[in-house]
């Protein structure tokens, strides 16, 4: 598979989070090009919809694809009002639920992306819905 078929196949998969406006409520769809996948209403979209937000400001920015939306663990854990285990179980549901729900694709980007004391939101398009409005995205995983 060449780089150009992983990318055309990471763009037929895309993000939607729906945010409330009082921020209490986030649910997540996955939209691939056949279907959309309902995640639910689940606490730990929110931490990945945090770590999405960091890589669009990122991306803003201007940031190089390669650094974007890195964040140290202990950071994002503090900026959710959680200690770094609970923040460490909001990342194993939300990649186990975001896994069983792709399986049927044949896909298997990466949601969260790991390094030494940092994560990210993975190589994904996505887009976020603030109530009503369109807050942003991210249309080209790279």
Do not use: K
């Not at 030494?116 to 790279?142: A, D, K, N, T, Y």
């Amino acid at each position: 598979m060449t780089d150009t078929d992983v990318v055309a196949r990471q763009e037929a998969l895309r993000l939607d989070f729906a945010v409330s406006l009082n921020e209490e409520h986030v649910t997540l769809q996955v939209a691939t090009r056949a279907a959309s996948i309902a995640l639910g209403e689940r606490t730990h979209h929110y931490s990945v919809l945090a770590l999405a937000r960091h890589r669009l400001r990122d991306a803003e920015r201007g940031l190089d694809a390669s650094s974007q939306g890195w964040i140290e663990t202990a950071e994002l854990a503090q900026s959710l009002g959680i200690d770094e285990a609970h923040l460490n179980i909001h990342i194993f549901r939300a990649r186990t639920q975001f896994r069983q729900a792709i399986a049927a694709t044949g896909q298997a980007p990466e949601l969260i992306e790991r390094r030494r004391r940092e994560l990210r939101m993975g190589s994904l398009c996505f887009q976020i819905m603030r109530g009503s409005s369109l807050e942003g995205g991210l249309w080209s995983p790279e």
